[in-house]
Nanobody
Framework: QVQLVESGGGLVQAGGSLRLSCAASGRTFSRYTKGWLRQAPGKEREFVAAISWSGGSTDYADSVKGRFTISRDNAKNTVYLQMNSLKPEDTAVYYC???????????????WGQGTQVTVSS
């Protein structure tokens, strides 16, 4: 079993910031791509951001580009999503995920966290 545990979700006012964390346990992910995806009520799951653990390459959805930053701390085996200038439309359940595939983006991941709720009030 591979465990991905998210933390940092909550309620924030529009324009505010949150930092999500995703800690991996059970094995190392030094060669894994990690991503953040989200799902709003009644909507399909959508890609948010991804990072190549080995190379540091990143990719972002257009809707969050310039506002969100994905990063990693290999010593802690943790990936982060810094979310700034939050908007009400960012409200969703956020999931972290991991895959061996080097292609960033997409919805096909091998391992998933349980999700954390982010609510942005106006």
């Amino acid at each position: 079993q591979v465990q991905l545990v998210e933390s940092g979700g909550g309620l924030v006012q529009a324009g505010g910031s949150l930092r999500l964390s995703c800690a991996a346990s059970g094995r190392t992910f030094s060669r894994y791509t990690k991503g953040w995806l989200r799902q709003a009520p009644g909507k399909e799951r959508e890609f948010v951001a991804a990072i190549s653990w080995s190379g540091g390459s990143t990719d972002y959805a257009d809707s969050v580009k310039g506002r969100f930053t994905i990063s990693r701390d290999n010593a802690k085996n943790t990936v982060y999503l810094q979310m700034n200038s939050l908007k009400p439309e960012d409200t969703a359940v956020y999931y972290c995920a991991a895959k061996r595939d080097l292609v960033l983006g997409g919805l096909a991941y091998d391992y998933w966290g349980q999700g954390t709720q982010v609510t942005v009030s106006s």
